[in-house]
């Protein structure tokens, strides 16, 4: 697993939250020293065939602040409203430990987006994989999102999405 990826992991929220079938990504934001937040972004471990959950806590995160937070902010405000919430209720939750649910569909897409500029600074390359991401048909978001959270070929994964979607 990435460096960046475990860090994420270790973000704890007191309490934690209680994982939603119907919504199985948490989004919540964390504050910064200066005032102002990053965001961090788990996926939740699917329900077993029993109907309950195989183990508490989250099997993948990752964290997003910044320059290409800011940069991304559009389709993060987008998946809250997608998901019944205010845009500003993540401005209002910023340093509590209040989380936001998101639907599978959302979350895939904006953890893609979230693993895809992680690495990146130029605002142009950040610009062409939203917009990539977001065209993506629900199929193709699914296998990238396989691909690029799950197993040791992850990170060449990540760089594939990147150059697919900046370069072509």
């Known amino acids: 697993m990435k460096t960046e990826t475990m860090r994420a992991l ?3 929220a007191t309490p934690p939250p209680e994982p939603d079938p119907d919504r199985p990504f ?3 934001a964390v504050p910064e020293a200066d005032g102002g937040y990053r965001v961090a972004l788990y996926q939740w471990l699917q329900r077993n065939g029993e109907g309950g959950w195989r183990a508490p806590g ?3 995160g990752i964290e997003l602040g910044g320059d290409r937070l800011r940069a991304v902010a559009d389709h993060l405000l987008s998946a809250l409203r997608a998901n019944g919430y205010r845009a500003t209720d993540l401005a209002q939750t910023a340093g509590r430990d209040t989380p936001f649910y998101l639907d599978e569909p959302t979350g895939v ?3 893609l987006i979230f693993l895809a500029v992680k690495p990146l600074s130029r605002f142009d390359r ?3 994989i939203r917009e990539g991401v977001q065209a993506m048909g629900e199929e193709e978001a699914y296998y990238w999102f396989s691909k690029c959270t799950g ?3 992850a990170r060449r994964a990540q760089r594939a999405l990147r150059i697919l979607l900046v370069d072509g």
Do not use: C, K, S, T
């Open 109 to 111: 897409r904006l953890a």
């Open 58 to 60: 989250a099997m993948w």
């Open 26 to 28: 948490v989004l919540y």
């Open 10 to 12: 270790n973000f704890r």
């Open 126 to 128: 950040i610009e062409a």
């Open 151 to 153: 197993g040791p070929g």
